[in-house]
């Protein structure tokens, strides 16, 4: 405990002169870097690594890790983008440590033997750790763009080798989140808002349908009746009355209204 945070302290305040990170390159021929403290020699290769996942070794005595996510303390990732975390590593054995590589895993948090996603591996070349001595090693990473939103459990370790027989020291095993890229225009917030524009319309498309029937319910006004009267007659009666008495009194009353 008392390593962890003496290494914590001297991380953040400690100048890049004294704490030299090697960063990766793609370059195999990558030289080696050499840090000013004494005792240990950096260099990195890049991914071209031997796969150890299925292989697991024993942490060599003497040997204490610790893990610092230096630009992100929340451990929250965005899936797709890259990641970097810095392990740190004290010899207080007697012989040198080789670094070899160093690797990490996504695990479901409920069962570790749920594997989600083996991230790539970063490699180093000529890397040491001398006896007495601390170095810190980053390490790049990146998880699938495809992988849900939701915390997961990241599991890193480092491997190295001491007069030629490899061990490996488990620098972190905890819970990490996954948030999902695009930042405020996530999926989840276009099927939200599409979802509540729908409900809008077909609210609005069912009130006007209302006010329409209400409206013509309150127009409809009955048919007026239709009165004969008196004054018409059939033009087939018409033709009989011609010429009789009937016809004559009702020539005669139409000359006396006009």
């Known amino acids: 405990m008392t390593f962890r945070l003496f290494f914590l302290l001297a991380l953040f305040l400690s100048s ?20 000013t ?10 991914e071209d690594v031997q796969d150890f996942s299925s292989e697991s070794f024993n942490p060599a005595p003497g040997v204490e890790t610790v893990c610092v996510f230096p630009k ?11 990641s970097e975390l810095l392990v740190g590593m004290k010899n207080d054995g007697e012989s040198r440590l080789n670094i070899i590589a160093i690797q990490a895993s996504v695990h479901l948090p409920v069962d570790h033997r749920y594997l989600v996603q ?6 180093f070349n000529n890397a040491t750790v001398h006896p007495s001595a601390q170095a810190t090693f980053p390490y790049i990473f990146a998880v699938s763009k495809f992988l849900q939103p939701g915390n997961y459990d990241l599991v890193g370790t480092i491997i190295y080798e001491i007069d030629q027989n490899p061990y490996q020291s488990t620098f972190h095993n905890g819970t990490i989140e996954v948030s999902e890229p695009g930042g405020l225009l996530s999926v989840e917030t276009v099927f939200l808002v ?3 524009i729908a409900l809008i319309g077909l609210s609005v498309f069912w009130i006007r349908g209302q006010i329409q029937n209400l409206s013509k319910k309150t127009k409809r ?3 007026a009746k239709v009165e004969v009267g ?16 009937y016809t004559q009194s009702l020539s005669n009353k139409s000359k006396k209204k006009k």
């Open 37 to 46: 403290e004494e005792g240990r020699d950096i260099g990195i290769v890049g």
């Open 118 to 123: 083996n991230l790539s591996a970063q490699a």
């Open 221 to 223: 006004v009955p048919k």
């Open 194 to 196: 599409s979802l509540g």
């Open 16 to 35: 890049s002169s004294i704490l030299q990170v090697a960063r990766c390159q793609s370059d195999p021929d990558t030289e080696v870097v050499e840090g």
């Open 230 to 245: 008196t004054a018409t007659t059939d033009a087939s009666m018409d033709e009989w009355l011609q010429g009789t008495a």
């Open 72 to 82: 992100n303390p929340s451990k929250s990732v965005t899936a797709g983008e890259e």
